[in-house]
């Protein structure tokens, strides 16, 4: 019973290498999301999906790149990492878009960018 | 977007029961109270939501007032395993999906 798994656990990246943060998910939920949190701090919304091939910005896009080519999979792309990247990445879904169904959270991936 | 205010930290004895509250008097009607934790590197946790009415579920109850401004989590017997952030959020819109809104939470310590 996977739920959210979001791949690698941790990476350190040097300044203006690039990565990818992967999320897949087996629920079959519609939406997707990615969060950041910065230390002592609540999460910050980057980026979210609707569905197969449909993306939008949240709160902190820049200097990040989403696709969404399938249900399963929402990938986070970093093309130059700068150290104010440097955080914990969670990735969450949901069933549908309705206020009435929770979020379901993986465990996160800790980035660290020297 | 309705902000909510939560005590910075509580502390409950193991057994006791915790009553965490929170305020979001800028509520909408068809806004979602949502409870979310955190235990110490691990991704939130949803606990439970509610609109107008208390809700129970198998990890807490939720208590929302009549005029909805405020509300409270009550983990009925807290065990050292309950140790978390808790996280009170109002459901907003953000296009066509709803966002989470995390403000920084209530850091709940249980104790022996």
């Known amino acids: 019973n996977a739920g959210v798994t979001q791949t690698p656990k941790f990476r350190i990246l040097k300044i203006g290498q690039s990565m990818t943060l992967q999320c897949t998910q087996d629920?079959?939920?519609?939406?997707m999301y990615w969060y950041r949190q910065d230390p002592g701090m609540g999460l910050k919304l980057i980026y979210y999906?609707?569905?197969?091939?449909?993306?939008d910005k949240g709160e902190v896009p820049n200097g990040y790149n989403v696709s969404r080519s399938t249900t399963e999979d929402f990938p986070l792309r970093l093309e130059l990492a700068a150290p104010s990247q440097t955080s914990v990445y969670f990735c969450?879904?949901?069933?549908?878009?309705?206020?009435?169904?929770?979020?379901?959270f993986g465990d996160g991936t800790r980035l660290s960018i020297l | 977007d309705a902000k909510t205010t939560q005590p910075t930290s509580m502390d409950c004895a193991e057994g006791r029961a915790a009553n965490l509250p929170c305020n979001h008097s800028?509520?909408?009607?068809?806004?979602?109270v949502y409870w979310y934790r955190q235990i110490h590197s691990q991704g939130p946790q949803y606990i439970i939501h509610?609109?107008?009415n208390n809700e129970t579920n198998e990890m807490a109850s939720l208590i929302i007032t009549e005029d909805r401004k405020s509300s409270t989590l009550i983990l009925p017997h807290a065990t050292l395993r309950d140790t978390a952030v808790y996280y009170c959020?109002?459901?907003?819109?953000?296009?066509?999906?709803?966002?989470?809104?995390f403000g920084t939470g209530t850091r709940l310590q249980v104790t022996l």
């Open positions: 969450a879904t949901q069933s549908t878009g309705n206020g009435n169904q929770p979020q379901h």
């Open positions: 629920m079959n939920h519609n939406y």
């Open positions: 999906s609707v569905g197969a091939g449909i993306t």
């Open positions: 800028t509520i909408s009607g068809n806004e979602y």
């Open positions: 509610g609109l107008k």
């Open positions: 959020i109002v459901r907003v819109k953000t296009g066509t999906a709803s966002k989470l809104t």
